[in-house]
Structure formats: C-alpha cells, structure tokens
C-alpha cells in the first residue's frame, strides 16, 4: 500500500514537471488562443499600405505568427517593430526570416502571451486573431495605445468599435482603426470682437471616435455639423444665424487633457476671420 502510494506521487511530481518544462527544456507558456495561420503576404501588403506606415513607426504584432507583418513593415518602409508570439516555434521562424530579409536591427521577437504585453510603445498594431479575442483585448488597446495609434485587423471587426476605413480582397476583409482620446464632457470658450467677449459651450458625447455635440452661442443652441475625432484631432462646423447674418465657424484642434488648442475661421460678423482658438473642459 506505502509502496503504491510513493509511485502515484512520483507519477504526479513528474507530470507536473513535465507541464512547466516544455518538451526542449524551456518553460512552457498556456496554449495558444487561436491557432496559427498566416495573413496572405497581399493582405499584409494592403494592411500597412493603408495605415500608410512609415519609418517613424513601431509596429506590433500580437500573436506574429512568422513575423510578416512586423518584417514587411520594417524591409519595405523601415519602420521598427515587434512581434509577440505564444508558440516559441513561431518566435524561432520569425527571427530567422528577420535575419535573411536583413531587418535585425529594427525588429524584435518575444515569446509571450499578448494580453500580458506591455503594449504603450506601439503607434501602429497589426492582429489577426478571433472575433472573440479582439473584443477581449479592446479594453487594453483603447487604455495603453497613445490616441492616434492605428489598430489594423485582418478578418476580424471590433464589433461596435467602427472600423475608420475598410478593404476587402477576395475572400479576405481587413478593418482599419485610429485610437480616440476622451472628449466627452462641456468644452468652453469665448471670442472676442469689437463688442467684447462672447461666450460659447460645447457639450460633446462620445462613442469610441464617433462624437456628437450641441454648442450654445450668445444667440442660439445648434448641433455640431461635420464633427470629427482622429486621435486626439477634433473639428466641427458651427452655423447659427444671428438676426440678418448666418454665421460659419470652422473649428480645428488638438486635444490635450481638458485643452483643446486650435483655430477657428468665421465667414462673416463680427469675428470673421481666422483666430486661435483654445477651449477647457
Ligand atoms: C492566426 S495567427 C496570425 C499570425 C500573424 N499575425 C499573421 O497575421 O500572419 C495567430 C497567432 O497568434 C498566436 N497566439 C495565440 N494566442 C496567443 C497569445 N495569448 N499570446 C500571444 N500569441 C498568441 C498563435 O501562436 C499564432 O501564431
């Protein structure tokens, strides 16, 4: 009875050591979140040519497979990059195809799992994972990616996420996304004229870069027409109608915190022309 009871121990302390260690000795991370499967090197073309990536950039790859979208991006616009992968045999292959495309310096390859990297460096992301798991990760992309960091996925959507831009090759779809800021609240401002200061309030709600606002003048409350948010980039056209005039504002900033910097351009009345334009929140 002793005799079983220390084999069935053994049986076990060797199973679990056979579980951290892998089959080559190495320390064996958890099994892959989706298998692999290699984006066609067309996609992969399409993909960075419509984040117009470029030597500036740091490109990501969570879960890169070969490496393809990491080493393209480097070899054809010498951006930098780096690819995470899960698998060791992946990390192995990436390294080496680096290697023959002459792209070492500028590329990097980790094994690890992707929702554990730190991520904050990126300004451009590629995936090509599952419906599943890009909804799983979208909480980390839209905390650690600095707005402006562009999101490419093939296949897969960001469910209601919006996609800024699309494509579809054969039977292949690719989405397109630029990280929002936050701009939800009351933004204020005042311009001044010949007849003094005169206030104006924008209260925007927000829906990922989808933004609406209501602005309140001296004379009237309108909506904001043409609003946009790209990153941190807002703008908006305000047009009210004080008596005798229809007034046409052209709003353009930068969002920073609870400021927006920027200008306005004024079609008539009395602040037509150009002029900063900074708001609080
Ligand atoms: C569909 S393949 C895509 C490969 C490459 N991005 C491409 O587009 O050619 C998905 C990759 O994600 C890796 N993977 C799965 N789960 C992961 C995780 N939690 N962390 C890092 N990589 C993971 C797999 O090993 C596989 O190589």
Redesign the pocket.
């Known amino acids: 009875m002793k005799f079983i009871r220390q084999k069935l121990w053994i049986t076990l302390l060797m199973v679990n050591v056979a579980s951290i260690l892998g089959g080559s000795g190495s320390p064996q991370t958890?099994i892959?979140?989706?298998?692999?499967?290699?984006?066609p090197q067309l996609i992969?073309e399409e993909l960075l040519k419509m984040a117009e990536v470029n030597r500036n950039d740091i490109v990501y790859?969570?879960?890169?497979?070969?490496g393809?979208?990491v080493i393209t991006a480097a070899k054809k616009y010498g951006a930098r990059g780096m690819g995470?992968?899960?698998?060791p045999k992946?990390i192995k292959e990436s390294i080496h195809k680096a290697r023959i495309a002459g792209v070492m310096d500028r590329v990097k390859f980790i094994e690890?799992?992707?929702?554990e990297?730190d991520i904050r460096e990126a300004t451009l992301v590629?995936?090509?994972?599952l419906p599943e798991?890009n909804m799983q990760l979208r909480p980390k992309l839209l905390k650690e990616l600095k707005p402006g960091t562009r999101v490419i996925s093939?296949e897969f959507d960001m469910y209601d996420w919006q996609p800024d831009k699309m494509g579809r090759l054969g039977r292949n779809k690719y989405y397109f996304w630029v990280v929002p800021t936050d701009v939800a609240g009351k933004w204020c401002w005042s311009l001044s004229s010949a007849k003094g200061e005169e206030q104006f309030t924008l209260t925007l709600a927000q829906k990922f870069q989808e933004i609406d606002g209501k602005i309140k003048t001296p004379v009237q409350t309108v909506s904001a027409l043409e609003a946009y948010l790209i990153g941190s980039q807002i703008g908006f056209l305000l047009r009210y109608r004080p008596p005798g005039l229809v007034v046409e504002m052209r709003y353009r900033g930068q969002v920073n915190g609870n400021t927006i910097n920027g200008t306005v351009e004024v079609n008539a009345g009395p602040f037509a022309g150009k002029h900063k334009w900074t708001a609080k929140r």
């Open positions: 958890r892959p979140d989706v298998h692999y499967e290699p984006t992969v790859d969570l879960g890169c497979g070969d393809r979208f995470i992968d899960i698998d992946r690890g799992d992707l929702f990297t590629a995936l090509y994972l798991l093939h």
